[in-house]
């Protein structure tokens, strides 16, 4: 009886996309992506030195990538985004909308221009990120997976962030209707809802703040990058599909 055997290297050769790539779950997602064998495309709109010390750091693993700067909230430079990555690497094969903002304002607090920023970069961002990937996809002719980073404030209400839930609860949906809709064409829309993660944007949290998250969660563990790159660079495998 022969064996299956998981490839140790699952993602090798794909043409891997990441919004928002150069810091916190993004980077975690492109550090593994590459790690398992992966042409990645960094998208960045800030600090540029630290998108390209993951260039650097991965090239210096022997691994491929690079930095585009583009602005999500832009669907004009979410296309040249993805024009880039078919001239670099010839193709897409995997698209991770993880780009994202919050402002921590409460329906009585919320402004109009922050509500507009945010959901121009969080959901707006994930829709046309998905209609541009998905295009390249079927010109490709050969399926193509979508990974959204969601939150658990999909479902989970936070009074102290209204638009963020909004957002995050739009972007179940379009995960949800996508799905129905590009899964004949043989492309995968996956959506991922962290929990509590431990990245830049909590990272003014003080000690007590973080143990009172740990306090509510049942295995009392605050996630990582990584443990993050590691889940989406499954879903994005063939081991998945």
């Not at 079927?138 to 989970?156: A, C, L, P, R």
């Not at 379009?174 to 909590?202: F, M, Q, S, W």
């Not at 703040?209 to 990582?224: C, F, N, T, V």
Request: aromatic letters at 4%; a negative charge.
């Amino acid at each position: 009886m022969s064996q299956s055997t998981t490839p140790t290297r699952p993602l090798e050769g794909k043409v891997v996309v990441v919004t928002g790539g150069n810091s916190g779950i993004g980077e975690g997602i492109v550090r593994e992506a590459a790690a398992q064998g992966a042409k990645v495309v960094i998208d960045w709109v800030g600090n540029e030195e630290a998108t390209d010390r993951i260039v650097a750091d991965v090239t210096a693993a022997g691994g491929q990538a690079i930095g585009f700067r583009a602005d999500v909230s832009k669907v004009a430079e979410l296309q040249a985004l993805a024009d880039a990555a078919v001239e670099a690497y010839g193709r897409i094969d995997v698209w991770v909308s993880n780009a994202g903002v919050e402002f921590h304002q409460t329906l009585e607090t919320l402004t109009e221009d922050r509500y507009d920023l945010l959901m121009d970069i969080n959901l707006k961002g994930a829709v046309f990120g998905a209609k541009v990937a998905a295009a390249q996809m079927e010109k490709q002719g050969d399926g193509g997976v979508i990974v959204n980073i969601t939150s658990t404030h999909e479902d989970w209400p936070m009074p102290s962030d209204l638009a963020y839930c909004i957002s995050k609860g739009g972007m179940r949906m379009l995960t949800r209707t996508a799905g129905v809709e590009l899964g004949a064409k043989g492309i995968r829309v996956v959506g991922v809802g962290p929990g509590a993660i431990d990245t830049p944007i909590n990272a003014d949290d003080d000690e007590s703040a973080k143990d009172a998250l740990r306090q509510a969660i049942p295995l009392g563990y605050i996630g990582s990058p990584l443990d993050m790159g590691k889940l989406v660079c499954f879903v994005a495998s063939d081991a998945a599909g």
